[in-house]
Structures are given as C-alpha cells and as structure tokens.
C-alpha cells in the first residue's frame, strides 16, 4: 500500500506529534465509526482481547485496514492480551463483608456459603501467607492468613467494609507468579494475532524482563515480526524497570492496574519515570486508563483530565490512549477531537521536557540521530527525512525529540504501521522496487512533503533497504 496516494496534506507545522491510540468496543464496532476516528486523528487502534471472539476481531482489522487505505494514513493495531487476570467467581447479586471478616476463596467452589466465595485462579499455587490482596478492582483490601494447597483455597481477613460482586477484579501486588503470566488463552491469541495481521502485541500484568524474552520467543516461532509493548502495572515491574524497558519494544504505563497495585499517588511519578527510561532507550512510551474519563457520559472533559492529557505531551510520551471512552463511551468521536486539540495546543505552548539522562547516547545509531538533530538546529531545516528499513534509525531521531517534524519514509508497510505510534512523525511507503531510480528529494517534493526552497536534512545508508546501514546524512535545499 502507497500510504502517500491521494493523502490528505496537512502543513508540517501544524500536524499533531504525540500521537492518539483508540480502543475499538460496542461504541465504535463498525467500519463507519473506524474511519471516522482515523480522520478525527487516531493513529492506532487497541484491540481488547479479553472481551469478544475472532470473529468479531477479525471485521475489527479488517475495517481498520479499509480506512486506513481509504484515508491514506498508517495505522497501528495493537493486539492487547488479557494475561493472568484474576477474578472472583460467578454469584448472584452484592456479598457485604465487613472489616475484620475472615473470607475463604475457593477456586471452582461448587457450592456458596457465607463468607465463603468462588474464585477463578487457584491462588493457592502462588499466593503466601502475608500478601496483600485487593478485591473488586480495589475496593475491598485484605491479607492473606493461611494457604490450604488441598483444597485450592485462601483465607483472607478483610481490612475494609463494602460489598463484592461476581466476575470482579482480583489484584495481588505481592505476589510473583514465577514466570506464568502468559496464560493458555493468551498462547491461542497470540496464534490468532500472527495469522491476521496485528502490529503490536501488547502483554499484561509483566513482572520481569524474563516475561516479555518469553513473548519474544512465541512470536519468533509463528514467524511474526509483531513488535511488543510491555504493560506496566504491578508492583514487581517497577522493581525491574529499567530492564523491562530494554527488552521491550514500546511501554505503556496502564494506569489502571498500576495505582491497585502502588499508591494511587506514587503513579503520576512512576509515569515520569517510565517515560524518561523510553527515551533512553528510545522505546515507544503510552500513557493509558482514565484520560478523559468523564466523557463516557460528558460531552466536555473535566479541567484535570485537560490537565492530565497536556501533562503527558509536555513530558514526552509518544501516544495518549482512549480506553472505555471511544470502546463504549457516548461520545466517542468527540473524545479524539478534543484530545487532538489538547495536544494541539500543548505543543504549541509548551516545551517538551525530553528526560534524558547523562549518557544518552549508546549506539552508533543513537550518535548519528544525536548529530542529525543538531545540524537540523544549525542549518533552520523545515524537517528531518529518514529513510529506514526496519525503524531503528527513525526510533532514535525520535528519542532525541527534535523540535521539527521528523519524515520517514519506509518500503515497508508493516515498519510504516509500527512507527504511526512514534513521536512527531509522519510516515510514508515508498517501494523499492518502484521507485528506485527516483531521487528521495525528487519524489518528496513530487508528492508534495515539500515545497521548492525547503531545507531539509536527510538521513539514509549507501545501500537503501539494507538494514542498520544508515551513514550518510545530507543538508538539501530542494530546488
């Protein structure tokens, strides 16, 4: 797909740089919709596969392709997999409990009985006695007091009173599942994934580096060149940070999960913190859950959620994400315009905070993008071009958040989808084989990227489509 044919233009100043990832539910399940939110600004659609069936899915990516040809515009779709979340067991209507409550939860419990409850995970496999757990996604915290491995079941002593409900979120933040947390239905979705196109693979509730090397390894086998966006949302995670974040190919700071898991205070800086270690390692940082979170029901967000959005753009996150608000939100559309105008106007009149630390630059590629952006500063370019096989070199431009819009151009659609997520790029396909003997310069301005006059500065290798061959770098003023 030449994503540059009959492309809407928009004036290099004036496109958006952190870029907006939707979810796709109930609210938006139709092509119509999808298209709609392409144009509304969405560069990459989530797909939750904790909820619907293949079937389903499979409309989902194919719509998403549809506009994505139609609009002219790369798009990422990202398979999201449910991972190990546990959860109460089906029951009828709300169980009071009270503080002080010894409750017992009993996996595939035939029969209720007071204070005694099903549970769909054998906690008792990995639990121990002393963890924390926390029930109806938070609301209800308690202890564990005893571990009986015979029986599959836990007792808990409740520390606060309110009321549970079945099929309800369990989280337990001091406990390592030992390496499971790729769970059979995962292993089947990721089988799907491979098969149907996705370009992402998002993994839940990660706990070490050792989890997503695991994913790696699955995907390689299907022969998927899917990239892998590590969810952080437990405790153990940030204990393992920095190392989670190398292996990874883009981080998303699930916000959710993540405040269930921590303080709901200690989030806000967990999120600096793990966008500062994606910069320095130029990996694709997302910052997720709640955003505009009062537009399920509003049409206006409130004052904070403004506040929480531009926050996210003027500390450097690639991409903002919409969850329940466009998957089952009443205003869906409108919850991406507004969060394109926030993001709009931040960039605008802000100063993006690039979080790097002392040593920065690591790599050959990281040295070369570091000297681009300096000689773009130097000669006033109007934008950096890049031509990248496989989006290495565009991942570390990128990482150095230039303060021009950063072109690149790939002959691979699949590389073109993945870097749609990428900060302050715009990112087009030009085949090989087809445009071989057309100058790079030639053909930008020939589809009308450029204008007779601009300066740009370009970054490609000697030998184009060759994979980490980027050495040459060119100051043009197109003619």
């Keep these: 797909m030449n994503v ?10 004036k496109f958006k740089r952190t870029k907006i990832i939707a979810t796709v539910g109930p609210a938006t399940n139709s092509y119509e919709s999808i298209l709609a939110m392409v144009k509304a600004g969405v560069n ?39 991972g190990p979340k546990i959860r109460l067991g089906d029951f009828e209507g709300a169980v009071a409990v009270k503080r002080g409550q010894e409750l017992r939860l009993t996996y595939k419990l035939d029969t209720m009985s007071d204070g005694h409850l099903p549970v769909q995970y054998d906690l008792s496999k990995k639990v121990q006695r002393g963890d924390d757990i926390l029930l109806y996604d938070g609301k209800i915290r308690g202890v564990i007091t005893s571990v009986r491995e015979a029986d599959k079941s836990v007792s808990v002593r409740i520390e606060n009173s309110g009321v549970l409900i079945g099929r309800k979120g369990i989280n337990l933040p001091d406990t390592n599942f030992g390496g499971e947390i790729i769970t059979k239905k995962d292993r089947e979705d990721i089988i799907f994934g491979s098969e149907s196109d996705v370009d992402y693979v998002a993994l839940s509730f990660v706990q070490t580096a050792d989890d997503i090397k695991e994913l790696r390894r699955l995907l390689t086998n299907l022969s998927s060149d899917a990239k892998i966006i590590t969810k952080v949302e437990t ?3 940030l204990e393992n940070l920095e190392s989670i974040v190398q292996v990874s190919d883009g981080v998303m700071v699930a916000r959710g999960d993540l405040a269930y898991e921590t303080m709901p205070e200690s989030v806000p800086t967990w999120q600096r913190e793990i966008i500062r270690l994606c910069l320095k390692h130029d990996k694709i940082s997302i910052v997720a859950t709640q955003m505009l979170a009062s537009m399920l029901e509003q049409p206006e967000p409130t004052r904070a959620e403004v506040s929480d959005v531009a926050t996210a753009v003027i500390v450097g996150a690639d991409a903002v994400m919409l969850s329940d608000e466009t998957a089952m939100g009443r205003y869906p559309i409108e919850a991406i315009k507004i969060m394109k105008r926030i993001i709009m106007y931040t960039q605008s009149n802000a100063k993006v905070t690039a979080m790097f630390t002392d040593g920065h630059t690591e790599t050959v590629t990281e040295a070369i993008a570091d000297t681009i952006i300096s000689l773009s500063d130097w000669v006033k ?16 431009i990128a990482g150095g958040r230039p303060k021009i819009p950063l072109i690149v151009v790939t002959p691979d659609t699949r590389v073109a989808q993945q870097l749609a997520l990428l900060h302050g790029t715009k990112t087009y396909v030009r085949p090989d084989d087809k445009m071989a003997a057309t100058k790079l310069t030639d053909w930008l301005r020939d589809e009308s990227i450029f204008k007779k006059g601009d300066t740009i500065v370009a970054a490609s290798g000697r030998h184009p489509g060759t994979p980490g061959g980027t050495d040459t770098i060119k100051v043009r003023k197109l003619e």
């Design 4 to 13: 540059t044919k009959n492309a809407p233009r928009t004036a290099l100043n």
């Design 44 to 82: 990459g659609f989530r797909l939750n596969f904790s909820h619907g069936d293949y079937a389903e899915r499979k409309q989902q990516i194919s719509w998403i392709r549809k506009a994505s040809k139609e609009y002219s515009k790369p798009v990422a779709i990202i398979q999201d997999l449910q």
């Design 235 to 237: 405790k153990l995670a």
């Design 381 to 396: 370019a109007v934008a950096i071009v890049a031509e990248t096989k496989t989006g290495a070199t565009a991942r570390a």
